[in-house]
């Protein structure tokens, strides 16, 4: 079956620091892969997504790179704002099945 | 953003009580989704409808009620609940079968439900 498993959080970094969180799925075929965010109160909105090997999904200066070699869909940004504190959720889909999240990763950025 | 709404954003329930959640969408989307999202948990999808009709149901407790009575508005009848059903109810909604794109789910806010 499909899933998708992430680092375990929180995460706790602080201003201007460099993130890194770490997504790895398990799936047949060529499954789309995203990026969800979901702030305090609130549901969660798409941040990127890729639809095949090699594609780069980019929004709000964050990137994640498909790479099917090593089923993996890791997420990047430069230099995190306290604005960025969140949970983190990677997702795919597998045309004609359900969506499969991650358990999310929350993120504390500090001042 | 307000393309996915839900409404209440809040409620407290008794265990006897009976209320509704609900979900509209304005994106023109064909698909609409529950979710469950507890402290602690990952995401759990508990109902699907494709073009009105539900096609995926998680093994959930039919004290859980859905109704999609046309593409833009889905809901969620509750009755006699416990209270480890107290969680995020959140609505998504997808566009399926457009060829060569993935489905992406817009989510709703959530709907935050207590049960005493």
């Known amino acids: 079956g499909n899933s998708v498993t992430q680092m375990e959080g929180p995460v706790t970094l602080s201003e201007e620091a460099f993130l890194t969180i770490n997504c790895t799925y398990t799936?047949?075929?060529?499954?789309?892969l995203f990026w969800y965010v979901q702030y305090p109160g609130e549901g969660l909105q798409l941040l990127l997504k890729?639809?095949?090997?090699?594609d780069k999904g980019s929004n709000k200066g964050f990137e994640a790179t498909y790479r099917k070699e090593t089923t993996s869909f890791h997420l990047e940004k430069g230099s995190v704002q306290v604005s960025d504190s969140a949970v983190y959720f990677c997702?795919?889909?597998?045309?004609?099945?359900?969506?499969?999240f991650g358990p999310g990763t929350r993120l504390s950025v500090l001042p | 953003e307000t393309g996915v709404t839900q409404t209440p954003r809040h409620l407290v329930m008794g265990m006897t009580n009976k209320k509704s959640l609900k979900c509209e969408q304005h994106?023109?989307?064909?698909?609409m989704y529950w979710y469950k999202q507890s402290a602690k948990k990952p995401l759990e999808l508990m109902f699907v409808?494709?073009?009105?009709?539900?096609?995926e149901n998680n093994s959930v407790p039919s004290r859980f009620s859905p109704e999609c009575p046309n593409s833009s508005h889905l809901f969620l009848h509750l009755h006699t609940l416990q209270p480890e059903d107290s969680a995020l109810y959140l609505c998504?909604?997808?566009?399926?079968?457009?060829?060569?794109?993935?489905?992406?789910?817009?989510f709703g806010p959530g709907t935050r439900l207590t049960v005493l």
């Open positions: 799936a047949t075929g060529y499954p789309s």
């Open positions: 409808y494709n073009f009105k009709e539900q096609t």
């Open positions: 890729a639809t095949k090997a090699d």
């Open positions: 997702a795919l889909d597998n045309y004609g099945q359900n969506f499969v």
């Open positions: 998504a909604s997808s566009q399926t079968g457009t060829s060569g794109e993935p489905d992406t789910q817009y």
């Open positions: 994106l023109g989307h064909n698909a």
